[in-house]
């Protein structure tokens, strides 16, 4: 899922934008064997490595495993059934839009996991992060 970062403060910003190569149905990277060819950005996770990224989501299983923490009853490797994960909600099938069609991102920005915007007040307390001052 792509991000924005606020230049300014360095916060990041989470979208509903998916990588091209997503499949927005399965949740499923396309072409994995070859990603790289296609997104040369693309990051190769490791316990190791997720547990630098403060970005990645509570339920990122790599993230779980830099925490030390079990992976959770839906996963694939606990459960054996590829479907859990969508059956739990907890995918972003039918959540997401692909990158080649959602135009900018700040357009997608998304609320952090779990948090609920406080429905008396939907005005934002100033300009977006990457509004110009």
């Known amino acids: 899922m792509h991000k924005v970062e606020d230049a300014d403060t360095g916060e990041i910003y989470h979208t509903n934008v998916a990588c091209k190569l997503l499949n927005l149905k399965t949740a499923q990277c396309s072409d994995y064997a070859r990603r790289h060819k296609f997104v040369?950005?693309?990051m190769k996770l490791t316990p190791k490595s997720a547990g630098n990224l403060a970005w990645l989501p509570p339920s990122c299983a790599y993230r779980l495993r830099a925490d030390g923490e079990p992976l959770p009853?839906?996963?694939y490797l606990v459960?054996?059934?590829r479907d859990a994960v969508h059956k739990a909600g907890i995918s972003v099938a039918g959540k997401v839009v692909s990158e080649t069609v959602a135009g900018p991102l700040e357009n997608h920005i998304v609320w952090p996991y779990g948090e609920d915007e406080d429905e008396?007040?939907?005005?934002?307390?100033?300009?977006?992060?990457?509004?110009?001052?």
Do not use: F, S, V
């Not at 008396?120 to 001052?133: H, I, N, Q, R, S």
């Open 40 to 42: 040369p950005d693309c």
């Open 73 to 75: 009853e839906w996963h």
């Open 79 to 81: 459960c054996g059934d």
């Open 120 to 133: 008396g007040d939907l005005e934002p307390d100033g300009p977006a992060p990457w509004e110009t001052k």
